[in-house]
């Protein structure tokens, strides 16, 4: 009778051991075999296998060999299923290996402030990875192409670009800024000296012609003197052609009179993104229609840089990062992935129109030029003012 009573108070005492916590490691294996990612060879499914791993400062790297057969969609497929699996974010790559890095902390909005800019140089900050905040530099990979589905965060992104470039360097930074709709979103910075907005297609081509223009002359100054990139010479203006929709740009996508036009945008874009570069333009070309008709292949082919908001099909994925993923992302608005040569995931920082005036209106002059905060240094109770006062 006592053995048969033994039995569910064993039973029961089971239950309340502590079970050990299941490894990251063992989870990611479970993980490739619920989701069958693995090819069937013979009798036998081969899955991914864990070949090494290394301990970072807030992260763990996975090696795996991958089984031959297995494609990069398949992969990159089960990314979101580790992700609520380990309730952690992680990031892949694929290059002969599976490189899986899981991460420790997680992404979080934050919002811009004025540190963020470094006066002197071209480098931008496009948001805070895992590994804290990366800048993108436009003198060494001039243009960048952005993307991604209505309400995510193109704008912001576009405008943190902008304000970062400008307060960089307010006596070199020109802007020509093909604001699509309607001017809605930059029109209101066409007063500051440094940018120029064109609000339509007929604008827009304009626009185009006089920087071809210019782009022809400069090409004729740079080969008499012998050089063949601007970052190699004492000329330190660079001029940025901003736009925003790609899409109203393209003749595949609108017609009637308004075709020409935006043919002969495209070949100016295109003119500009092929040669511009070495001469000192860069090219900012961001669409929320990411199809091969809003991105002409010209365009893209030249540009290396990519950023991708959440693209409702892989599709998209594929036009602004030549892979898949981005249509995988969070639904959160500035979460985006940031790609050369390899994908970060970011966070673009947040920023509105109302902190970009103030900030320049705290670092520009009426003219909207530079001007510097100068501590003249007077004893206090002189009877002087003792705010540092501003001088251009
Ligand atoms: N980096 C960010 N951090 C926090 N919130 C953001 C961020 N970016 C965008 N948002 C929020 O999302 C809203 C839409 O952003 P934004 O206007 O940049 O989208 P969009 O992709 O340009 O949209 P559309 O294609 O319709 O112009 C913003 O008003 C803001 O509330």
């Known amino acids: 009778m006592l053995e048969w009573l033994a039995i569910p108070a064993l039973a029961m005492g089971a239950a309340f051991i502590p079970k050990k916590p299941v490894s990251d490691e063992v989870k990611i294996q479970r993980i490739f075999e619920n989701t069958n990612t693995c090819i069937k060879f013979g009798d036998s499914l081969q899955h991914p296998k864990l070949r090494t791993k290394k301990n970072g400062d807030g992260y763990v790297s996975y090696f795996y060999s991958v089984p031959l057969g297995l494609g990069e969609s398949n992969i990159q497929s089960v990314l979101p299923a580790i992700k609520d699996g380990l309730n952690k974010e992680a990031e892949m790559e694929l290059d002969g290996f599976l490189k899986l890095t899981v991460y420790e902390t997680k992404l979080s909005n934050w919002t811009y402030d004025d540190k963020l800019i470094r006066p002197g140089t071209w480098e931008v900050p496009v ?18 192409l952005m993307g991604g589905a209505t309400r995510f965060g193109k704008t912001v992104c576009l405008k943190a670009i902008f304000n970062t470039l400008l307060l960089n360097n ?9 604001d699509m709709k309607a001017g809605l979103e930059f029109y209101k910075f066409s007063g500051l000296p440094q940018v120029k907005v064109a609000c339509d297609v007929y604008e827009a081509a304009e626009m ?21 990139n601007i970052v190699d010479t004492p000329i330190k203006k660079r001029k940025f052609v901003i736009v925003d929709e790609g899409a109203e740009l393209s003749p ?26 070495g001469i000192g333009l860069r090219l900012i070309y961001c669409t929320q229609y ?5 991105v002409s292949m010209s365009v893209k082919m030249n540009i290396v840089s990519r950023i991708s908001f959440l693209v409702p099909e892989a599709i998209g994925s594929k036009v602004l990062l030549d892979e898949y993923g981005a ?12 790609k050369v040569e390899k994908k970060h ?41 003792q705010t540092p006062t501003t001088h251009t």
């Open 290 to 294: 990411p199809t091969k008709e809003s």
């Open 208 to 228: 185009l012609n006089e920087i071809v223009e210019q782009l022809k002359g400069d090409e004729k100054m740079f080969r008499s003197r012998g050089w063949n």
């Open 127 to 144: 948001g805070v990875s895992y590994q804290g905040i990366l800048y993108h530099d436009f003198d060494k990979l001039p243009h960048m």
């Open 345 to 385: 995931f970011i966070q673009v920082p947040y920023i509105n129109d109302k902190m970009i005036f103030q900030m320049m209106g705290e670092r520009l002059d009426e003219n909207g030029k530079n001007r510097t905060v100068v501590n003249d240094h007077r004893q206090a109770g002189s009877g002087e003012d």
């Open 252 to 277: 595949r996508i609108i017609g009637g009179s308004k075709k020409k036009y935006a043919e002969y945008s495209q070949s100016a874009l295109s003119e500009i993104s092929r040669i511009g570069g």
């Open 170 to 178: 307010p006596d070199d930074a020109e802007f020509y800024i093909l």
């Open 327 to 338: 249509e995988k992302l969070p639904a959160i608005p500035g979460r985006a992935i940031y």
